[in-house]
Structure formats: structure tokens, C-alpha cells
Nanobody, 114 residues
Framework: QVQLVESGGGLVQAGGSLRLSCAFS????????MGWFRQAPGKEREFVGS????????YYADSVKGRFTISRDNAKNTVYLQMNTLKPEDTAVYYC???????WGQGTQVTVSS
């Protein structure tokens, strides 16, 4: 069983930055690709980005490309989402996800004020 715990969300003004973290436990973290998703009020959960087991392959949604950066530290069993130049439309609950186990974290709220 895999456990995922996100942290780092909060309230930030438009143009600001936040870094989200997702701590992974229960399996050998370095073996698995990880993903970030988000869900805004009244909308479906959407893909933000993903990173391969070794960080060699990273994908981003078009809406965040050039502003968000995904990284991982396999020694710390943690995946990160650095979010820069935040916009009000980035407001959502952000979730990390491990596809191999179809497991989600509890989410962390990000609110961007205009």
C-alpha cells in the first residue's frame, strides 16, 4: 500500500510562486513514475504533469508549460511541483498520483488571488 502526503499549498497573489511537495511511502519510490493533477471548483480533475522514475522524462499540460516544473528527489522519497507566475486560474486542489498503484494523496489547496 502506498501513502502520499502533499504539502506546500496556500494563498498567493497572481504572479507569485509556490512549491508543492508530495511525500511517498510504502514502496520503493525510485521505481515509479509520479504525476500531479488538480481540480478546480466545479471542474473535473485535470492532468498537470508527470515525471518518470529517474526524472529523465517529464510531461506538462499546455496550460502550465513554461511556468511549472516537476522534479523528484529519490533519496527523500519526494516529488515536487514548483509553480511560478501563478494565475487565478491555477486555483485548485492539487493532488499527487502514482499511476502504478492508482493511488492519490489527500490534496493541497492552492489559491491565487488577482
Amino acid at each position: 500500500q502506498v501513502q502520499l502526503v502533499e504539502s506546500g499549498g496556500g494563498l498567493v497573489q497572481a504572479g507569485g510562486s509556490l512549491r508543492l511537495s508530495c511525500a511517498f511511502s510504502g514502496r520503493t519510490f525510485s521505481r515509479y513514475a509520479m504525476g500531479w493533477f488538480r481540480q478546480a471548483p466545479g471542474k473535473e480533475r485535470e492532468f498537470v504533469g508527470s515525471i518518470s522514475w529517474n526524472g529523465g522524462t517529464i510531461y506538462y499540460a499546455d496550460s502550465v508549460k513554461g511556468r511549472f516544473t516537476i522534479s523528484r528527489d529519490n533519496a527523500k522519497n519526494t516529488v515536487y511541483l514548483q509553480m511560478n507566475t501563478l494565475k487565478p486560474e491555477d486555483t485548485a486542489v492539487y493532488y499527487c498520483y502514482v499511476p502504478r498503484f492508482r493511488s492519490w494523496g489527500q490534496g493541497t489547496q492552492v489559491t491565487v488571488s488577482s
